[in-house]
């Protein structure tokens, strides 16, 4: 019996399927509109997210590898993207001068410029809606939720391609 129970699928109750579809349609839903709130910036969601992280950093660069982790890309697409960004003028890359096959992604003007343009029309756009659906008390739980599912994924991170 142990063997049976190793392959048979933990099938989810009804409850438990209501959660996950819940999430899954609301979240998908939610990065489209945020994703099309942007348009108008010529940003994606990517795109922000990465100029986001490199906006906070020291001399708005970072490691092309440590971006990837925190913007929650993999490094293939962060490439892909820093390519597409570096086409727009929003940031450059430069070699790493104590790892050779290290690489920098540099926030240029151009690229400050444009995050400082949407960050007040998507700082609203959260908030309209995502933040203002939640009590406090929800975002206490949802960081909590979220906190925990974030490093379950850091601990067996999935296999990249």
Request: some cysteine.
């Amino acid at each position: 019996m142990a063997g049976q129970n190793a392959t048979t699928p933990r099938w989810l109750n009804p409850a438990e399927m209501k959660a996950w579809r819940r999430y899954i349609i609301a979240s998908r839903r939610l990065l489209e509109a945020l994703d099309l709130d942007l348009d108008s910036h010529e940003l994606s969601m990517s795109d922000y997210e990465v100029l986001a992280q490199l906006s906070d950093a020291p001399d708005r660069r970072m490691r092309m590898s440590e971006l990837a982790d925190v913007a929650m890309l993999s490094r293939s697409r962060l490439s892909h993207r820093i390519k597409v960004m570096e086409k727009a003028g929003w940031v450059k890359r430069e070699a790493c001068p104590v790892d050779k096959r290290g690489y920098f992604a540099v926030m240029t003007a151009k690229g400050w410029k444009a995050i400082v343009a949407a960050a007040p029309d998507h700082v609203e756009s959260v908030r309209s809606r995502f933040i203002d659906h939640l009590s406090k008390d929800d975002q206490k739980v949802l960081s909590e939720i979220f906190e925990r599912v974030t490093n379950s994924l850091k601990a067996n991170p999935p296999a990249e391609k």
